[in-house]
């Protein structure tokens, strides 16, 4: 899982146009508490209080954000309930966390699409029960016409964990002005 460290990779490029960047790791992400990761559910709610923090520290003239795949998809959805934010940049978000499980489970287990999706209910069940949510709920495809501010969406062609397909499907569904490109990693 990604973690608040990753921003190293792009400090050079936003420093040096006095851009401040605040990062974060999600419970359950990084070396925050928390025993589970809600794929967007909580991360959501986290992230507005953060953003509310940032407003009324008087410290930010403006804010973006910048995800990968779980943090991209939490974007999204906040971006759609957000219309002060400036932009976002969205580095291979996923459309609904029940497409993940199906590609996850179709790609490495030649199935029937009835075994699969009798697996995902399953999992979904056990999910609502441990954790208290539903992730039939995290669906940032259902957000992304509500944003309006710009987007960036960045996908990885060879991605084999969050489709490229989820990021173009995002992308036709934005709300805003956007663009999308494709690159290897």
Do not use: N
């Given at each position: 899982?990604s ?6 990779d792009v ?31 909580s ?8 953003i509310?923090y940032l407003r ?6 403006s ?21 002060c ?11 609904d ?12 287990l ?12 399953t ?20 957000s992304a016409p509500k944003?309006?501010?710009p ?13 490229p ?20 990693g």
């Open positions: 899982s973690s608040r460290l990753e921003v190293f400090l050079p490029f936003l420093l040096p146009h006095d851009i401040d960047v605040f990062c974060l790791d999600f419970a359950g992400s990084g070396i925050s508490q928390g025993d589970y990761v809600t794929l967007g559910h991360e959501e709610k986290d992230l507005s209080v953060v509310r009324k520290s008087g410290l930010a003239s804010i973006a954000l910048w995800g990968r795949s779980m943090g991209a998809s939490t974007a999204v959805i906040r971006a759609s309930k957000d219309r934010l400036a932009g976002c940049v969205l580095d291979s978000p996923f459309r966390l029940r497409g993940i499980a199906q590609d996850l489970i179709g790609h490495s030649p199935l029937p699409q009835w075994v699969i999706d009798m697996g995902v209910e999992i979904r069940q056990e999910v609502h029960k441990r954790a208290g949510f539903d992730p039939d709920e995290v669906q940032p495809i259902r944003a309006r501010c987007a960036m969406f960045g996908v990885a062609i060879d991605d084999d964990f969050v489709l397909r989820h990021s173009k499907e995002l992308h036709d569904a934005w709300g805003g002005a956007c663009a999308l490109r494709s690159f290897h």
